[in-house]
Structure formats: C-alpha cells, structure tokens
C-alpha cells in the first residue's frame, strides 16, 4: 500500500514577516515549521504502517529549497521518501494553483491508495487545497478526519465529529482524506532514524519534471484570487473593573456597563 502525505512548510506565527510589495509571506528557513494539521495527518499513516508493515508512504511538499531542512525531519520519525516540488514560478500561487501544482507532481509520481492532508494550513485556513486536488486527480474525498482507519486495504473508514455527533464514512481506495488538526499527534522521532536523516537527501523536482503541465495556472498570474493589502491588528489592554454592592442599584450599573461598549 501507498500512503501520499502533503506536508507544507509554513512559516513560525510568532516570526511572521510580510513582503510589501508582493504582497506574501517572507519564508525564512530559519522561521519554518511543519504544518500541524499536516503532522496530524503524518501520524495517521504512520499507525497505518504501524499495522501493516508493507505501507509504504512519501511525503509531498511545495516551497523554496530553504523548507529542505524541515523535510528532513519527516524521516526521523519513520517516513520512508520525502518529495519536494521546488520552482520560482509558483511564487505567488494561491490554493486554487497550490493544488493543482500539487496534483500534477501526485500524477508524476504514481499511483498511490491513500492521499492524506491537514484541513488546513496556519498561514492559509483556507482548507480549499485537499478536496481541490481531489477533484483534479477525479478521486473520492472526505474533510476534517478525527480518525482513520484502513481495514482490507481497499477501503478506509474515517471518523468524523460535526456538532457533538459522531458520524462514521467508509469510501473505496483509491481516496483522499483531509484530517482535522490535533485530533492526533505526531510521535516523537527515534534515534536510528535520526541518524539516517542526517545523511538523507529529499527528491527534488521542478515544474519542468511535470508531464501535461499548464503553467498559466501557476504563480500569481494563475491565481484565482489576491491579496490586496496586509492590516497588521493591534490589541488595547483590557481593563477589568470589580463592583461590590451594587444591590440598590444593579440593574442601572450594568446597563451603564453595557452601554459602555455600544
């Protein structure tokens, strides 16, 4: 069996730094992590491996070089091959664009039964890229996973919690399945694969490596959608007042508080 998970490099919350003029993320190697959401999709095929020793499963990212350091952290915790799709002209893609770059390297790189994603990404939350590159590789999918299991091989059930229920999916493989952040998480790495991932170099492929491809649907003047300006929030401190004996005159004080921030 072969496990595809889409792994995005997304820059630290706390580190973020924006470029003016082009209007997008400065991603600073430095100021990189793994995407959670995708880590929690990560772990799902892992216990999937964990139960059938002949999965194998590829991670797939998309970004500068710079993410290479950060992919390299993938194998340490058990995945067999990372993939990095790398090329200045999808600088500026969108999700929309993201996704079928990332469809067209999926079809490049073969066939797999089980494609798994985070619901989105922290510098995104968009949760537009897994089922769109569903719809472009024609496969079935299912959004927001809190549990997946696969069974015979040929089919995988996932758990999913919408409003305080539980509903339960069973779809045929060949599918993909978009998992809800912190419904698990990622295991620690061991130290052998620590080891191995020192000397480990991902497999990196450009644009050009992409049979069929159509580059105006890529980069910023592929998109469907722009920025048109960056408003960085500021937050006021927020005072807290404390009455005490306020029985004669309770209900004309909260309404006065009330008041107060109509």
Known sequence: ????????????????????????????????????????????ALRIKDVNKDVHITTLSMGPVECESKIKELIEVGCDSCV?????????????????????????????DL???GESSLDGETSIVPPQIAEYLNIPHISFATNIKVFDLQHVEIERKFKNQLFKLKVELPALVSVKKDSVFLRLPKLSLMIK???????????????????????AEGSKTSVNRFVEQSFEDVKCEIYEDIEDAQIECIANLVMRFL
């Open 197 to 219: 991932a020192l000397s480990y170099t991902p497999q990196i492929i450009s644009l050009d490596d992409l049979e069929n491809f159509d580059f105006s649907k890529v980069g």
């Open 84 to 112: 990095l799709l790398s090329d200045k002209r999808l600088a500026g893609s969108d999700a929309y664009s993201t996704a079928y770059a990332l469809a067209k390297a999926i079809e490049n790189l073969g066939n797999y």
């Open 1 to 44: 069996m072969k496990i595809l998970v889409c792994i995005k490099q997304v820059v630290d919350p706390e580190k973020v730094e924006y470029n003016v003029q082009t209007k997008t993320i400065k991603r600073n190697a430095q100021h990189l992590m793994n995407n959670p959401a995708d880590l929690s999709a990560l772990e799902f």
């Open 115 to 117: 494609i798994l994603c």
